[in-house]
């Protein structure tokens, strides 16, 4: 998962790296993730507000179904979530031990039919180590899902994008990015207006050399997430 901490300061330490403090990196981390949350709870609201304001008198309970299942067959959709989650850097530098840390994501989309959704999807991954080392993936990703059920709950929904690691140990930092698949499976739980989706997901990515931040020297050629 990391990269061999004297091979990092040696070679920064040679390039008078300053790495920022953990504040900076985890407030760049997580700005994209809170970004799209917040515009999809603000879209949805102002959906919300129009949809309350068509007239003073609630719509009758015929009109209010058939608004409901327009709203089920297309529409605007999103996600957001937290959990816990596994990390590792494959390279000749790394140390093989796998991570266990915190993640999030945010998805934004549009329903093309009752069981296929498209949309865009951003995770981060953060693993604070303590003493201003930290570890943190970053991803992007056009996603699609597809419900296997005919009562729409149980689907696969998989991604293609891009990724980056980045590790510092103290002063020193190193950063990879290359394309990305992200696969999950989940099922929809539903309550009144949302919906609780246990899952479960795996993220990889194909490689690419893992560099300095300040010199771009590559002490790996081939780092895969």
Same mark, same amino acid.
């Given at each position: +998962? ?13 390039? &008078? /790296? ?7 990196i985890v ?16 879209? +949805? @609201?102002?959906?919300?507000?129009a949809a ?26 999103? @996600?957001?979530?937290? =959990? ?15 991570? !266990?840390? /915190? ?25 604070? +180590? ?10 992007? !990703?056009?996603?699609?899902?597809? /419900?296997?059920?005919? %009562? ?5 929904? %998989? =991604?293609?994008?891009?990724?980056? !690691?980045?590790? &510092?140990d103290g ?15 989940? !099922? ?16 990889? @990515? ?10 771009? &020297?590559?002490?790996?050629? &081939?780092?895969?997430?």
């Amino acid at each position: +998962m990391s990269v061999s901490p004297p091979l990092l300061r040696r070679a920064l330490r040679a390039a &008078n /790296y300053r790495r920022p403090s953990i504040a900076v990196i985890v407030a760049r981390s997580i700005a994209l993730t809170l970004g799209a949350s917040l515009v999809l709870l603000g879209v +949805m @609201s102002v959906l919300a507000d129009a949809a309350r304001g068509q007239g003073s008198a609630a719509p009758d309970p015929t009109v209010r179904a058939a608004l409901s299942h327009l709203a089920d067959k297309h529409g605007l959709w999103g @996600s957001v979530g937290l =959990g816990r989650a596994s990390g590792r850097l494959q390279c000749e530098a790394c140390t093989k031990g796998a991570t !266990y840390a /915190y993640a999030g994501h945010a998805s934004i989309g549009w329903r093309l039919s009752p069981v296929l959704l498209v949309g865009a999807e951003t995770l981060a991954w953060f693993d604070v +180590m303590g003493g201003g080392a930290d570890r943190i993936v970053r991803g992007t !990703y056009l996603v699609g899902r597809s /419900y296997l059920t005919a %009562g729409r709950r149980l689907f696969v929904h %998989g =991604g293609l994008g891009v990724a980056s !690691y980045t590790i &510092n140990d103290g002063d020193l930092a190193f950063r990879t990015q290359s394309p990305s698949a992200s696969l999950a499976m989940g !099922y929809d739980w539903r309550l009144r207006t949302v919906v609780l989706t246990p899952s479960i997901a795996a993220v990889a @990515s194909t490689g690419g050399p893992l560099r300095s931040d300040r010199t771009e &020297n590559a002490i790996a050629e &081939n780092a895969r997430l």
